[in-house]
């Protein structure tokens, strides 16, 4: 066997001796890294904004409760709620529902009432409507407001039932207000009477102007669509049928005429209620904040 030379001999010693430096000793702990890791900073979440609700609104609620607990208006002798026959079967119950609706519209619940009578004398359901013709249809609801132009959409809207529903009602806002002369308003108020569901709440002209009175929307609305929105965007949904206790209100001569100035709880505050041309005493009108001390 050959001996290693010189050159060869260097080379292991130089080789043992950089394996030495590099490998780590017993006690030693491993070098870490030069590069560190960033960590991240926790920043505390800004706390929500409060919701815009209006002042002394559930006084206010328990006050107009109070008001209209003898339910003596025409909306609650006479309204939807009462004009379908309960004894039909759900689905032509619902029916007489939505056509209720529909002839409610800028119509006084009184002429409502009268003309859903008249059809029920005929036997209102789906097959029926479609059977009668135009002229008859009419002389049947009228005089309710606009009643050409209901006419027209009646038999659309039955039409469309009767081919894409199967003579049932849509059970959804969206597919509601899809249907000729269904309105958002109509369509939460179906949702509510045949569907038994809580969609939204209902305004009308009478809810727009009176809660747009009350300082119940951020800031003054046009329109009822508009005074909808802004309402669902604060009132609870529980307290959404305060719609239907305010749409009492206009159609009263005179709260203050009412059995309740007798109990003294009216006058302090009904003024704040009413349009101006029921007031009994114009003098005396009150503001909300007035409304709700």
């Not at 951020?218 to 239907?244: F, G, H, I, M, N």
Request: net charge positive.
């Amino acid at each position: 066997m050959c001996a290693a030379g010189p050159a060869a001999r260097r080379l292991g010693r130089a080789g043992t001796g950089a394996a030495a430096s590099r490998a780590p000793s017993a006690g030693s702990a491993p070098k870490r890294s030069r590069r560190g890791k960033s960590s991240a900073i926790a920043y505390e979440p800004e706390p929500p904004e409060p919701k815009w609700e209006p002042e002394n609104w559930r006084q206010q609620l328990e006050r107009i409760r109070e008001m209209r607990r003898a339910r003596d208006a025409p909306v609650d002798e006479m309204g939807v709620e009462k004009c379908y026959d309960s004894s039909a079967p759900p689905q032509v119950m619902r029916y007489q529902v939505l056509l209720s609706l529909m002839l409610s519209s800028q119509t006084k619940d009184q002429v409502t009432s009268a003309a859903m009578l008249r059809l029920r004398q005929r036997g209102l359901m789906v097959d029926s409507i479609l059977q009668m013709d135009d002229v008859t249809l009419g002389q049947i609801i009228y005089p309710v407001g606009f009643w050409r132009n209901k006419v027209k959409y009646i038999k659309q809207t039955t039409a469309i039932l009767k081919q894409k529903y199967g003579g049932d009602i849509p059970s959804t806002v969206e597919e509601l207000v899809k249907l000729p002369g269904v309105g958002p308003k109509m369509a939460h108020l179906a949702m509510n009477i045949a569907w038994n569901s809580v969609s939204g709440i209902a305004v009308d002209t009478h809810v727009h102007r009176i809660t747009n009175r009350l300082k119940w929307v951020k800031k003054e609305t046009r329109y009822p669509e508009e005074t909808r929105v802004a309402l669902e965007d604060w009132l609870p949904r529980a307290a959404a049928a305060a719609s239907q206790l305010l749409g009492g209100f206009p159609a009263i001569r005179c709260v203050c005429q009412s059995l309740l100035v007798q109990e003294g709880t009216c006058t302090p505050w009904c003024h704040a209620l009413l349009p101006k041309q029921m007031h009994y005493d114009p003098s005396q009108i009150l503001s909300a904040q007035d409304l709700a001390d």
